[in-house]
T-cell receptor, first 114, second 115 residues
Framework: DAGVTQSPTHLIKTRGQQVTLRCSPK?????VSWYQQALGQGPQFIFQ???????QRGNFPDRFSGHQYPNYSSELNVNALLLGDSALYLC?????????????FGSGTRLTVV | AQSVTQLGSHVSVSEGALVLLRCNYS??????LFWYVQYPNQGLQLLLK??????LVKGINGFEAEFKKSETSFHLTKPSAHMSDAAEYFC?????????????FGIGTKLQVIP
């Protein structure tokens, strides 16, 4: 049973560019959350998707947007990249009941903005 | 609203010694509490969780944690450290009041195990 799958694993972008990160949740999971983990920090909540809608959002600017597809997979889009967007981006999924039993995390996408 | 405070960003223990990683939480509703471990260049792995019921919870790799409501704490312990325990550990909290509850993480504690 595959866990949470994220692609790509590593990415290098230039300031001002746009990036799309992808996530396939664990089988049976319908809720997807995205987190940003800067170097030496804990994960920071970006937003959560359920039933193809953004349900909660953390303190991130509108440059960060997302989407969830009918098969529960999700994308995170970041526009107008800044150097400060360099981080590990983690996707986490949960079963119905929104994570009472703990989220399952992917291995992340390491984004470097130069 | 929820928050987590992890005391000690770095902890060093000798192999075979007790591991104690401290976590205090703040929550406006009864919390669900979690400990995750992160190895270098990897995602987060759930070690253990407290939702309801028994306040002493056991997790993988010999770790356990005790929920103490009066102290708003959820400290992680392991009786005897192994070299393989060297990693970063994150305490996390979410509300138990249903809905689309986000999980809030602490800043993490990096555990070093000295041979």
């Amino acid at each position: 049973d595959a866990g949470v799958t994220q692609s790509p694993t590593h990415l290098i972008k230039t300031r001002g560019q746009q990036v799309t990160l992808r996530c396939s949740p664990k089988s049976g999971h319908d809720t997807v959350s995205w987190y940003q983990q800067a170097l030496g920090q804990g994960p920071q909540f970006i937003f959560q998707y359920y039933e193809e809608e953004e349900r909660q959002r953390g303190n991130f600017p509108d440059r960060f947007s997302g989407h969830q597809y009918p098969n529960y997979s999700s994308e995170l889009n970041v526009n107008a990249l800044l150097l400060g967007d360099s981080a590990l981006y983690l996707c986490a999924s949960a079963s119905p009941g929104t994570g009472r039993y703990g989220y399952t995390f992917g291995s992340g996408t390491r984004l470097t903005v130069v | 609203a929820q928050s987590v405070t992890q005391l000690g960003s770095h902890v060093s223990v000798s192999e075979g010694a007790l591991v104690l990683l401290r976590c205090n939480y703040s929550s406006s509703v009864p919390p669900y509490l979690f400990w995750y471990v992160q190895y270098p260049n990897q995602g987060l792995q759930l070690l253990l969780k407290y939702t309801t019921g028994a306040t002493l919870v056991k997790g993988i790799n010999g770790f356990e944690a005790e929920f103490k409501k009066s102290e708003t704490s959820f400290h992680l312990t392991k009786p005897s450290a192994h070299m393989s325990d060297a990693a970063e550990y994150f305490c996390a909290v979410r509300g138990s009041n249903g809905g689309y509850q986000k999980v809030t993480f602490g800043i993490g504690t990096k555990l070093q195990v000295i041979p």
